[in-house]
């Protein structure tokens, strides 16, 4: 450890015959403290306009919640930081935006979509549209002497469907998503999707994929507008998301994109504002209600949020900060309690949830791979601030 030696004046005072012999064996002792201390120098002072993007009583010191906010704007090896929302109590206790990004800017949420796509699904359930476990609704998978008639909806929703879908394969053009989103599967990307074939039984492996996804938002879209056209199931969805999900949650600003066949791309496009991630990730918090209102049934955000067999840190479409038992680290299980989880997005969009800090934060931005972690670490220094229950 190294010792910082503070400069002073030394003292020469020799004790009057009234001082006691306690005060004057003291006195060197307090000599000592005076003139060294142990530990690091002080902080350098905050950078001007850092304090005002924290509330005067974030619930934890303001100087440290400002510190902690600025390095994600303007740390190296994190990418580019957009938007960032803490929210406390369901309150919002830190608001910061990059240059030329404002309140009212919509952000795509990638992969976040997925946890989206979850709740709307979770509606029909509750609804009795469609059962857990029963064979997932896709036609062509009922015929006769077909395996992909065993994938269940829960299967699909915990990413162990079984199916081939390569995500993030190396080259780009032969990945999955990326054949999907944007080549051969584009016009339809949920019958792209739907004609893999099985690799493995269906359950037994986890297999993250936003085709998966986008078999959950086409099976949705058909309960609520069967034998729709393109147009119709657009319009189906969209006031569905809407009247369900955005509007008793306040989210203004959310909005999904749709694919020629009228399908949602629930796996990877769905926007809003920061803000309203932040209202989602509260909705979350509060096990799916807003101002006591059951917008989705409490079992099932809890269904989201435990771990699925085939995966430790996943729950359904939903990412669990618990470790993989593997070399994948979404979250940051060493640092935070096990009850938070997360919506996570390409790119390095967040909206993580810890419900025993009462807490919410969003941050949206864009980060490559490589630099991940040392993101991941930046949002757990904001997370550790707050205590938990």
């Known amino acids: 450890m190294l010792r910082f030696a503070i400069p002073c004046r030394k003292l020469v005072r020799r004790p009057s015959p009234a001082t006691s012999r306690l005060a004057a064996l003291a006195l060197p002792v307090a000599l000592l403290a005076a003139c060294s201390q142990d530990g690091p120098p002080p902080l350098p002072p905050l950078p001007e306009g850092a304090l005002e993007a924290v509330v005067t009583d974030p619930g934890v010191p303001r100087e440290q919640l400002a510190r902690a906010v600025d390095d994600l704007f303007t740390a190296e090896g994190i990418g580019t930081t957009y938007a960032l929302v803490v929210m406390h109590k369901g309150e919002v206790v830190a608001e910061r935006y990059g240059e030329g990004v404002t309140a009212d800017t919509r952000f ?45 909806l829960r299967h699909l929703l915990q990413m162990r469907s079984g199916l081939r879908h390569r995500e993030g394969y190396d080259p780009p053009y032969e990945s999955s998503e990326v054949r999907m989103l944007y080549l051969a599967g584009h016009d339809d990307m949920a019958a792209f999707a739907e ?18 996804s986008v078999i959950l938002a086409d099976i949705a879209t058909d309960l609520i507008a069967p034998d729709g056209t393109p147009a119709q199931r657009q319009q189906a ?35 809003a504002t920061a803000r309203d991630w932040g209202k989602f990730g509260e909705f979350l918090r509060h096990g799916g209600s807003v101002k006591g209102a059951q917008i989705v049934p409490r079992r099932w955000i809890e269904f989201m949020r435990t771990p699925s067999p085939a995966s430790p840190d996943y729950g359904a479409q939903t990412w669990l900060n618990r470790p993989s038992g593997g070399d994948r680290d979404e979250l940051f299980a060493a640092r935070g309690p096990d009850t938070a989880f997360a919506a996570v997005g390409h790119l390095g969009q967040y909206v993580i949830v810890s419900p025993d800090q009462s807490l919410t934060v969003v ?16 949002l757990a220094d904001i997370v550790q601030l707050y205590p938990g229950r």
């Open 108 to 152: 795509v949420g990638w992969s976040m979509s997925k946890t989206v796509t979850a709740v709307l699904v979770g509606m029909l359930v509750a609804d009795g549209r469609v059962e857990l476990d029963d064979p997932a609704p896709v036609a062509s998978w009922q015929r006769a002497g077909d395996p992909r008639g065993e994938i269940t």
């Open 237 to 271: 969805m969209a006031s569905f998301l809407d009247a369900r999900l955005a509007a008793p949650l306040g989210m203004k600003s959310m909005v999904g994109e749709y694919d020629a066949a009228g399908t949602l791309t629930g796996g990877s496009s769905i926007w």
């Open 195 to 212: 004609a893999q074939a099985l690799e493995t039984v269906p359950g037994e492996e986890f297999r993250y994929s936003t085709a998966t």
């Open 363 to 378: 941050r949206l931005g864009k980060t490559d791979g490589p630099e991940r972690h040392a993101l991941v670490e930046q």
